[in-house]
């Protein structure tokens, strides 16, 4: 994206993380993202504690769980075609806000919001007509569970403009380093959500539908917050399509967000040719892999904080030309996490009983809970790791390095599920690729960090 003049007077409209305490700094990004995805665990944890609970309205828990776990790879799929413009958005505004260009980020606002739309068409269209296409991806022989599954992603898809909306408006607060602002609306859309899940699943006795139900309002709430935001004085950034639009800024948007985009829609892919081999093994191992990885959560949310703040962090420095500022700041995000993450692995491993207990007690699905979280617990660390230097190389705007290093990793899980000869076994390959990915992604990153710095601060000198 062609970079504007920088702008003497310095943008109100953002957090400046170019100036004062690193860890304050990141914290006051990393701790709302943080609160964030606590509220979206919890409502994660909440729709699963109630779907598990649907024998009370005359369907059967395991069948409504499996339901869900299968019909939430397409809305994650979703998840990736959002990246492809939310990353680039966040990136280019964050490297904005580092240079004061107030009309970048109402450019970088207006062809951010157009891309979206226009993947949102797709992502509607696919979900609401082929369903029945993705869900026989799976080849599961409980026709209940196809029809529950068909159901559920026939009504979260007719409005996935709401979920592709709200990533756009995410991205650019996100950038500016304002995500207590992500917080309150997102937040305010998780509580809702929460609230109608009971009354949804179990008092209007709609089950699987009625979680589905609950998620579409949920969002459109949200939404309906951010409408109001960017009608009024207080907005981020102008949406005007007359006089902002531009192609090649769209193109541009779409180039750096690209690599990570596919790279997360491969992985949604790589989970479910994963998802269909566990699939094989029965309905209980399908809900064991739903609820344990909602339950990882307690890792990925702490390092989902991070690594937008980190990206923001960076972006806004990289624009400032604060390079040594950059090195702190990985330094500091290390110190406070990796004792986090040795921390959550002792959690998982020697908890995990008691943990998975409060989700589903029965017998069998309970000791397949404790042994999947005790083998996927090894992977913790790592998993924030990758996460978190991720959110640096994003900020770079060097994106392809971690989305080809996620790809690797993820690519390998497939013909390792295959060779393994128990459940157990594809469990121990998620949680060994985590390994390898966390591990190369920091290693890469200190090397590469030192060749790119000194590139990066001969350019800006020659460029001033």
Do not use: C
Not at 114 to 123: C, H, K, S, V
Not at 147 to 152: G, T, V
């Amino acid at each position: 994206m062609t970079q504007s003049k920088k702008h003497a007077k310095p943008m109100k409209k953002k957090i400046d993380l170019t100036t004062g305490s690193i860890l304050k700094k990141l914290l006051i990004v990393a701790i709302p993202t943080l609160l964030t995805s606590l509220a979206q665990m919890a409502y994660n944890l909440t729709d699963m504690f109630w779907v598990a609970r649907v024998d009370r309205v005359g369907f059967v828990p395991t069948e409504a769980v499996a339901a869900i776990g299968t019909a939430g790879f397409l809305p994650w799929f979703g998840i990736g075609m959002i990246m492809i413009v939310k990353v680039g958005v966040s990136v280019y505004t964050s490297q904005a806000a580092g240079r004061n260009d107030k009309e970048a980020v109402n450019r970088i606002a207006t062809n951010g919001l157009l891309a979206m739309l226009l993947l949102a068409t797709i992502y509607v269209i696919y979900g609401r007509y082929f369903n029945h296409h993705f869900v026989g991806l799976f080849k599961i022989d409980n026709q209940t569970v196809v029809a529950m599954s068909q159901n559920y992603l026939r009504i979260v898809t007719t409005f996935g403009f709401f979920l592709f909306a709200l990533n756009l408006f995410n991205g650019i607060y996100d950038g500016l380093g304002k995500t207590i602002n992500t917080f309150y609306v997102m937040g305010t859309g998780l509580l809702v959500n929460m609230l109608l899940d009971p009354l949804f699943i179990l008092g209007f006795g709609w089950g699987v539908e009625g979680a589905a139900y609950a998620t579409v309002i949920a969002q459109g709430v949200a939404l309906s917050l951010y409408g109001f935001v960017y009608f009024s004085k207080r907005r981020p950034a102008v949406i005007n399509f007359k006089k902002y639009l531009n192609v090649q800024s769209m193109k541009d948007i779409v180039f750096l967000g690209f690599p990570v985009g596919l790279q997360s829609m491969a992985m949604t892919s790589f989970s479910i040719v994963v998802g269909i081999i566990v699939a094989s093994y029965g309905e209980i191992a399908m809900s064991v892999s739903r609820l344990g990885s909602q339950i990882e959560a307690l890792s990925w949310m702490v390092a989902a904080g991070f690594q937008v703040a980190l990206s923001a962090f960076v972006g806004q420095n990289y624009g400032a030309n604060q390079i040594e500022r950059i090195k702190a700041g990985y330094e500091t995000s290390l110190r406070l996490l990796v004792p986090y993450g040795l921390a959550i692995n002792a959690l998982l491993y020697f908890f995990a009983e008691p943990i998975f207990a409060i989700f589903i007690s029965e017998t069998e699905t309970l000791a397949a809970g404790v042994l999947y979280l005790r083998i996927i617990s090894v992977s913790q660390i790592f998993m924030i790791l990758e996460m978190m230097t991720a959110g640096a190389f994003n900020g770079l705007g060097k994106t392809v390095i971690p989305s080809t290093i996620s790809f690797v990793g993820n690519a390998l899980r497939i013909p390792f599920a295959l060779m393994a000869v128990s459940i157990s076994g594809i469990w121990w390959t998620i949680s060994l690729s985590s390994v390898f990915k966390g591990t190369v992604m920091v290693i890469l990153f200190v090397i590469i960090f030192y060749m790119f710095r000194l590139k990066r601060t001969k350019a800006l000198v020659l460029e001033n």
